[in-house]
């Protein structure tokens, strides 16, 4: 299932930065960095491997092709995808007290 199109890593820093007040910079790691970062917080290989995989996949682009998106989501459950920009605004999901960073 997808969103409504495609985010880029810096906008959801900018966007994250507007929404708590502070600067958040997105620092574009090569593969076997990010790889080596995932790793170091314990989490599978499988996990680790797919999740660098993903970010190789961004890095190049390939998540900003139309096609990427789908309108699965909207059949499924009657509803629009929001955006990055609309999450951030909703509070019916987030956790009271939680504060960034």
């Known amino acids: ?3 409504p199109g495609p985010t880029k890593d810096s906008e959801i820093a900018e966007l994250l930065s507007q929404k708590y007040g502070t ?3 997105h620092i574009q790691l090569g593969y076997h960095d990010y790889a080596k970062n995932v790793k170091s917080r314990g989490l599978p290989k499988w996990q680790v491997r797919d999740s660098a995989s993903m970010e190789r996949m961004k890095a ?5 092709h139309k096609t990427s ?3 699965d989501l909207q059949e ?3 509803q629009q995808p929001e955006s990055f920009d609309d999450y951030l ?3 019916q999901f987030m956790r009271p007290g939680l504060q960034f960073p």
Do not use: F
């Open 69 to 71: 998106y789908t309108t």
């Open 23 to 25: 600067p958040i910079e």
């Open 1 to 3: 299932l997808t969103g």
């Open 60 to 64: 190049h682009g390939l998540d900003e």
């Open 89 to 91: 605004s909703s509070t």
């Open 76 to 78: 499924i459950t009657g």
